[in-house]
């Protein structure tokens, strides 16, 4: 009976890290851990064929990763070998040396001498698709991020002592950058940290054949007690503060081994975020159009775009021509 208590505890928390996802263009069937995409996902087109199958951890391609088109005719194969790499397995790499191997490694994460990892160097003429977005980042399932507001002290620092700028929105025009008089009447030490947003651009680029995200700015949200307000506090440049976050080291037993500072932290993902915004002429938050629980499907579904566009990118690319 004991055996069969401990089964059933077990089978439950695997319950409880499965997510299912039915949309107009396709089904997914997907483990979290910690708010963070880790283990198994797997996607299916409307006709119930399998259209894509592979392992997170922790937010990255794990492993090996396989790509059906709607006939169930195998399009592509490739094993991860770490975040940014791969090798191909299908379609096979040709023996022609004149031929560029596409699963050759192009790009080594390198720390640079302030402490953080240079990003790719992207040329415009290698984004195959690009998407401008905004996510949230909460307290929970970020303890490393919030816990006695280490990130909230470190930012406030940087601003308030003007090591970095900071501006009124995220246009980062002179005109909305913030005055000494400004910062001197924020009186922060007043406010409480509810989240943050971050605007980033996701981009598939044809050199690595790969997608990545790369943070463009960063905004603290605030709740003032005495006014009863919650607002967005101000904006910074996230390449201005990357140096900053490199020097604040982070330790924790389940951490990968390849994350040491908090901004190895954001480099590699390792935080639970949802999508708040996605780039339009309108450019509306989800919350603009939609509400209760539609909010929190929106952003899952804004997600989950963002994983099939690559593996449709992927198929494309084995197209005949």
């Not at 240079?118 to 690009?130: A, D, Q």
Request: net charge neutral; proline share 4%; aromatic share 16%.
């Amino acid at each position: 009976m004991k055996h069969l208590l401990l089964l059933a505890f077990l089978f439950s928390i695997v319950l409880e890290t499965q997510q299912v996802y039915e949309g107009e263009q396709w089904k997914c069937i997907y483990e979290q851990q910690d708010g963070r995409f880790h283990g198994t996902y797997t996607s299916f087109y409307t006709n119930g064929q399998k259209k894509a199958e592979g392992t997170f951890q922790h937010n990255q391609r794990s492993g090996q990763w396989t790509v059906w088109d709607s006939t169930g005719t195998l399009r592509t194969q490739r094993i991860y070998e770490g975040p940014y790499s791969f090798k191909r397995i299908y379609p096979k790499v040709p023996d022609n040396p004149v031929v560029q191997l596409l699963n050759q490694a192009i790009y080594q994460p390198t720390y640079n001498k302030e402490g953080y990892i240079e990003w790719f160097y992207l040329r415009e003429r290698m984004v195959v698709w690009h998407q401008r977005s905004w996510d949230k980042i909460y307290p929970k399932n970020n303890p490393l991020i919030f816990d006695n507001d280490r990130l909230f002290k470190m930012l406030d620092e940087v601003v308030s002592t003007q090591k970095v700028d900071c501006f009124s929105n995220d246009t980062f025009y002179d005109k909305y950058k913030l005055t000494n008089n400004q910062l001197d009447s924020l009186n922060t030490s007043n406010l409480e940290i509810v989240s943050y947003i971050i605007k980033k651009d996701d981009v598939f680029d044809h050199e690595r054949q790969i997608y990545q995200n790369f943070i463009l700015a960063i905004c603290p949200i605030v709740f003032n007690p005495q006014t009863q307000e919650t607002f967005r506090l101000y904006w910074v440049l996230f390449k201005d503060f990357r140096p900053y976050l490199a020097k604040e080291k982070i330790a924790s037993k389940n951490l990968p081994p390849h994350i040491h500072t908090l901004d190895d932290l954001f480099f590699y993902n390792y935080f639970a975020r949802e999508f708040f915004k996605v780039s339009s002429p309108k450019a509306l938050e989800i919350a603009d159009y939609k509400t209760g629980d539609d909010i929190q499907k929106e952003s899952e579904r804004l997600t989950l775009h963002t994983i099939e566009k690559e593996h449709d990118i992927w198929i494309d690319f084995t197209k005949k021509r």
